[in-house]
């Protein structure tokens, strides 16, 4: 059987976890070949001081089965307005069986025309923003609309990572691997998704991120001009 051959889209300031959550499940999918795809072979750096060391750069990945574009919020806003990285995502999305996001990696698949009349969703700051991309947003962690799968905020990622190999391989083989990893989730705090959140942390949240919300809106408008 042939490789099933993920790649991982990267760029600087992404959030690792956006990467890695769904990396280390997609990485023990049986027949699966990751690949994590860069402009250069550089160690980019990731939002948390991570930096992360691509296998392929755009030139030398080969074709994909599956193509994935984690966010962070700074990263995308840079990415959205790298020509490079815009005409990779859809070329190699033209021939791939899946094209997947993570986070606000969405807005990179909408800059690339990806998303327009298309259901998905993102990170929960920024789901309003969908429609800027021609996207409806659907509230769930992973939004699936055909060959289109997207995930909603950073950890959701590993959901993201379970739902894709049960679509790929079968649901046995994504239990084996959520056993393996041991991921049985049992937060802290209570108050995932956004509207069971207290107000004043939801309040203190949102005044933090109204400045990266505002560098998004201004990118995607100037991408889809």
Same mark, same amino acid.
């Given at each position: 059987?042939?490789?099933?051959?993920?790649?991982?889209?990267?760029?600087?300031?992404?959030?690792?976890?956006?990467?890695?959550?769904?990396?280390?499940?997609?990485?023990?999918?049986?027949?699966?070949?990751?690949?994590?795809?860069?402009?250069?072979?550089?160690?980019?750096?990731?939002?948390?001081?991570?930096?992360?060391?691509?296998?392929?750069?755009?030139?030398?990945?080969?074709?994909?089965?599956?193509?994935?574009?984690?966010?962070?919020?700074?990263?995308?806003?840079?990415?959205?307005?790298?020509?490079?990285?815009? /005409?990779?995502?859809?070329?190699?999305?033209?021939?791939?069986?899946?094209?997947?996001?993570?986070?606000?990696?969405?807005?990179?698949?909408?800059?690339?025309?990806?998303?327009?009349?298309?259901?998905?969703?993102?990170?929960?700051?920024?789901?309003?923003?969908?429609?800027?991309?021609?996207?409806?947003?659907?509230?769930?962690?992973?939004?699936?609309?055909?060959?289109?799968?997207?995930?909603?905020?950073?950890?959701?990622?590993?959901?993201?990572?379970?739902?894709?190999?049960? /679509?790929?391989?079968?649901? @046995?083989?994504?239990?084996?691997?959520?056993?393996?990893?041991?991921?049985?989730?049992?937060?802290?705090? @209570?108050?995932?998704?956004?509207?069971?959140?207290?107000?004043?942390?939801?309040?203190?949240?949102?005044?933090?991120? /109204?400045?990266?919300?505002?560098?998004?809106?201004?990118?995607?408008?100037?991408?889809?001009?």
């Amino acid at each position: 059987m042939p490789a099933f051959n993920v790649g991982f889209v990267i760029f600087p300031e992404l959030t690792q976890l956006d990467f890695t959550g769904p990396l280390q499940i997609l990485a023990r999918m049986p027949g699966a070949a990751v690949h994590i795809v860069a402009k250069s072979l550089e160690p980019v750096p990731s939002d948390c001081g991570l930096s992360l060391v691509p296998t392929h750069t755009f030139a030398s990945c080969p074709a994909l089965d599956l193509i994935c574009v984690p966010g962070g919020a700074a990263g995308v806003v840079g990415a959205i307005g790298d020509r490079d990285i815009i /005409e990779f995502v859809r070329g190699k999305a033209a021939s791939a069986k899946y094209v997947t996001s993570v986070c606000t990696g969405a807005f990179i698949l909408g800059a690339a025309g990806l998303l327009q009349g298309r259901r998905a969703t993102t990170h929960w700051a920024y789901t309003d923003l969908l429609p800027l991309v021609g996207a409806t947003h659907e509230p769930a962690r992973v939004v699936k609309d055909g060959s289109l799968i997207t995930a909603g905020g950073v950890t959701s990622g590993i959901d993201f990572g379970l739902s894709v190999v049960a /679509e790929v391989v079968g649901e @046995d083989a994504a239990r084996a691997i959520q056993l393996l990893t041991e991921y049985d989730p049992r937060p802290p705090f @209570d108050f995932v998704p956004f509207e069971r959140a207290p107000a004043a942390v939801k309040s203190g949240l949102s005044n933090r991120m /109204e400045k990266a919300r505002t560098a998004l809106v201004g990118q995607l408008e100037r991408a889809m001009a």
